[in-house]
């Protein structure tokens, strides 16, 4: 592909818009300046404008580390929004595969690819997510054996489904569910007599949150870790 025409897709730029962006030597192709729209790139050329690589070899898969105060969606009126913290082009075209609450922190995945998030958000499909909860009343013995169970929330007809909770601590468990009703794991405690005080997703599927990410910061999922939600 020309230079030209990838930095056209990748920008969404016209031909000409283009044009001016590589007379100002701002775009490098594997660490080398290039001025010239004809140069050819192929996918496994790393184009870099601005400080910025450009990808448009694909859909987006990104891991974000959310931070307390920032809410799942696209706009909102009285809190910062999720993806104030991208630095992506073509932002309208990412969406959230399960969102999380404002004050809950910890892994967020963010797509364009609308047939790999409903295979994470889709119910039928019982994408494991796994949550860190703290909490403000001590766990009781009876605790993992009723969500194994299934709690009855309230406004609901049935129990949910079956989940897992590791005992971490005294006031901190592990807790993996299958679905993602509204409020979910605070309801879920709630139905029991507790609250939860603190609460941090830690995995979606097989995709953990990267230890190495500072809150508010992202990067693209491996491949590895695109291809298992297909599993």
Known sequence: MRLDKFLCDALGATRKEATKILKTGTVTVNDTVVKSGATKVTEECEVVWQGNQLRVQGPRYIMLYKPEGFVCSHE???????????????????HIAGRLDVDTTGLVLITDDGQWSHRITSPKHKCEKTYRVWLVDPVEDDYVEKFKQGIQLKSETNLTLPAH??????????????????????????????KVEALHRERIGEIEMDESLELGEYRYLTEDEVNSIWK
């Open 76 to 94: 909102d009126c009285s809190n910062r929004i999720v993806f104030d913290l991208l630095d992506e082009i073509k932002m309208d075209q990412l």
């Open 165 to 194: 909770l590791e005992v971490r601590a005294d006031r901190e468990v592990l807790l993996t569910i299958h679905e993602g009703k509204y409020h979910q794991v605070k309801r879920m405690f709630a139905a029991l007599g507790n």
